[in-house]
């Protein structure tokens, strides 16, 4: 069975405090993963699409990776305004349907 | 640019009433659309997937339906909802002019709440 696992499920950073957010994912054929920032109330907001282990993305402070099994948002120097639900979901090859699978998102607090 | 919308943005409705969600988008064409709902402390579910007018694949059998009545409309309904049926539902769209379908963009959001 397609699974995302998201961890931390929660994380409290220092303004300026780096850290990593992990996206396990157990996939028959992964098509892409993709990473989404979600703010309370809100709808997700699209950040990156990753398709192959290796690859990398970046966008202001934040960077995402890939290998065969996980992938890794890192954030740089993080400030208050990051802080928010980051969702990871995975993208299957095959099936009738463009079937995003979740994980269950990591809630960030960057403390000033 | 694309802009997707969603309306009500919050709904407070009564257990065995109807339910009418409406989401559109704007600024392409033909897109794929979903429905998701997401739940508290759960990730986000697919409900129906459409990619064209009258063309609607259900994901998880329950009480809800959806319609595309128009290229960029795309509908969620219920007859008699239930209390389980509260949560966040999300519109989203992917592909139309651009081609590219794998990334999918979301709207606003309708928080719904069963009585």
């Known amino acids: 069975e397609d699974q995302v696992t998201q961890s931390p499920e929660a994380l409290r950073l220092q303004e300026g405090e780096s850290s990593s957010l992990n996206c396990s994912y157990t996939v028959s054929g992964l098509r892409g993963l993709f990473w989404y920032r979600q703010d309370p109330g809100k709808g997700p907001e699209f950040l990156f699409t990753?398709?192959?282990a290796g690859e990398e993305k970046e966008k202001e402070r934040l960077k995402a990776t890939l290998t065969k099994k996980e992938s890794f948002l890192h954030i740089t120097a993080p400030k208050p305004e990051d802080s928010a639900t980051y969702l990871c979901?995975?993208?299957?090859?095959?099936?009738?349907?463009?079937?995003?699978?979740f994980g269950t998102g990591t809630l960030l607090a960057v403390q000033p | 640019s694309q802009t997707i919308h969603q309306w009500p943005a919050t709904l407070v409705q009564p257990v065995g009433s109807p339910l009418s969600l409406e989401c559109t988008v704007e600024g392409t064409s033909n897109p794929n659309l979903y429905w998701y709902r997401q739940a508290a402390g759960r990730g986000l579910q697919l409900l129906f997937y459409?990619?064209?007018?009258?063309?609607i694949s259900s994901e998880v059998p329950q009480n809800l339906s959806a319609s595309r009545p128009q290229d960029r409309q795309f509908i969620l309904s219920s007859k008699k909802l239930l209390l389980s049926d509260s949560g966040f539902y999300l519109c989203a769209w992917s592909g139309g002019t651009s081609g590219f379908t794998d990334t999918q963009y979301f709207g606003p959001g309708t928080r719904l709440t069963v009585l």
């Open positions: 979901a995975v993208l299957p090859y095959g099936g009738a349907t463009n079937k995003l699978i």
């Open positions: 459409s990619v064209g007018i009258g063309q």
């Open positions: 990753l398709y192959s």
